[in-house]
């Protein structure tokens, strides 16, 4: 099994715990980076956002609440870890109200994301409403080689505050 395809597994039990876990207050589902665009190394993260409602609120009740899909994923991590896949997963948790106030996050995701569950097209609709505001500001994402940065305001003068 190539390695693209062992993530695809991976992927698919992880929507199934997901779903299962937060069953109606799971809004979307989103993996980005290298998993998101198709192209895993060994070593990649599974970078993830989950956008539920009702979310417990502080950085320790959400790792808690996220603690049992983990414990539902340990078993298939061990397995991709004894072929030598040494992967691990990296959430970001947000409510919808969260995800309407926009985030840095969504620079990575707007190329990478696939959706993996998208309730009433949720997430979708927030990223095509980021990327048209990043369209009105002109702004561009320019690779080097392997890297990217975001060039958000190319009319940029100093002191000009612009929001995204």
């Known amino acids: ?33 290298s998993v998101g665009r198709g192209t895993p190394r060994p070593d990649s993260a599974i970078d993830l956002l989950i956008v539920a409602d009702d979310l417990p609120h502080g950085r320790g009740s959400l790792v808690g609440e996220f603690s049992r899909i983990e414990a539902d994923m340990a078993e298939a991590l061990r397995r991709l870890r004894s072929e030598g896949v040494l992967t691990e997963l990296s959430p970001v948790l947000k409510t919808p109200s969260e995800v309407a106030q926009g985030s840095l996050l969504f620079l990575d995701m707007l190329d990478d994301a696939r959706l993996l569950v998208d309730r009433d097209a949720f997430l979708e609709q927030a990223l095509e409403r980021f990327r048209a505001r990043l369209a009105r500001l002109g702004a561009r994402r320019i690779w080097r080689g392997n890297a990217w940065f975001w060039d958000l305001k190319p009319d940029y003068r100093p002191g000009e505050v612009f929001e995204l």
């Not at 039990?13 to 989103?30: F, K, P």
């Open 1 to 33: 099994m190539t390695l693209s395809a062992r993530f695809e597994v991976l992927l698919s039990a992880l929507v199934v715990a997901c779903q299962r876990h937060y069953a109606q207050r799971l809004v979307s589902l989103a993996v980005f980076g």
